[in-house]
Every structure is written in structure tokens, then in C-alpha cells.
């Protein structure tokens, strides 16, 4: 499990406003550090509206936790995670859910994937 591959990305793009560092722009050279690397079977995104975010308990004690830039934050990990351009992406909508309800999307896709059962594939790399 890694969510820190277009998690970077993402947060780095959205972070854009504030650098004036025109590379921060390119997702190519966001995403340059981890070519080569194993890439994931699935990248399960979880998604849910800013709105049910912002009223959960203790928001915005994080530093990136602000309304207006998670907004931001959340359109850069759609343009990064295309579920068209990449197969093993999978967007779940889990707005208004439970964690029991959230397990039981994660583990139908798990499934769906026969991501459960032992395989003999060799690993993919990112490229």
C-alpha cells in the first residue's frame, strides 16, 4: 500500500499557487522520482464532498485541512488519477457512508480484481 506516490503529486500541484517553481506544474516531472518503482495492482481513491470533509470532527486542526484548498487538492488527484488512462485506478464515492459500508466497496473491488488470491503475474513497474 503507498499513497504517497499521487498524493505527492496531487498535493504538489495544488501547491502550485504558492511556489514559483514552473517544474511544480508538470505531473511528468512530479511523477519522474518513482518510475521504475513497483507499481500498485489497484490505486483505490476514496472520495467523498468537501462539504462531509469539513464537518467531521477535529477538521481543520491539519495544516492542509482548509476548505478552498482541498477542493484544489481534490481536482488535482482526479487529473492525476484517470481511471481511463490507467486501468488499475478505481474511484469510490463513499460520501455519506459508514466504515463498514466503505470496507465492503474496498473489498468488492479486491474482489471484483481477484486481488485476494495468490498470482504468479510478475510485478508491473511504473513507467
Known amino acids: 500500500m503507498d499513497r ?5 503529486i496531487a498535493y ?3 501547491k502550485l499557487e504558492t ?8 505531473v511528468e516531472w512530479l511523477y519522474a522520482p518513482d518510475r ?3 507499481k500498485p495492482d489497484v490505486t483505490i481513491f476514496l472520495t467523498l464532498d468537501i462539504a462531509e470533509m469539513a464537518a467531521r470532527k ?22 492525476v488519477l484517470d481511471p481511463h488512462a490507467d486501468p488499475s485506478v478505481v474511484i469510490v ?7 463498514d459500508e466503505v470496507a465492503l466497496k474496498i473489498w468488492t473491488v479486491v474482489e471484483e ?5 495468490q498470482t504468479e503475474v510478475p510485478l508491473a513497474r511504473l513507467s
Not at 504517497?4 to 505527492?8: A, E
Not at 480484481?113 to 488470491?117: T, V
Open 12 to 14: 504538489s500541484l495544488a
Open 19 to 26: 511556489s514559483s517553481l514552473p517544474e511544480m506544474a508538470s
Open 93 to 99: 464515492d463513499v460520501n455519506k457512508l459508514g466504515i
Open 36 to 38: 521504475g518503482l513497483p
Open 58 to 79: 477535529s477538521w481543520g486542526e491539519e495544516r492542509y485541512e482548509q476548505t478552498k484548498f482541498q477542493e484544489v487538492v481534490k481536482r488535482c488527484f482526479l487529473k
Open 4 to 8: 504517497y506516490i499521487y498524493s505527492g
Open 113 to 117: 480484481r481477484q486481488l485476494h488470491q
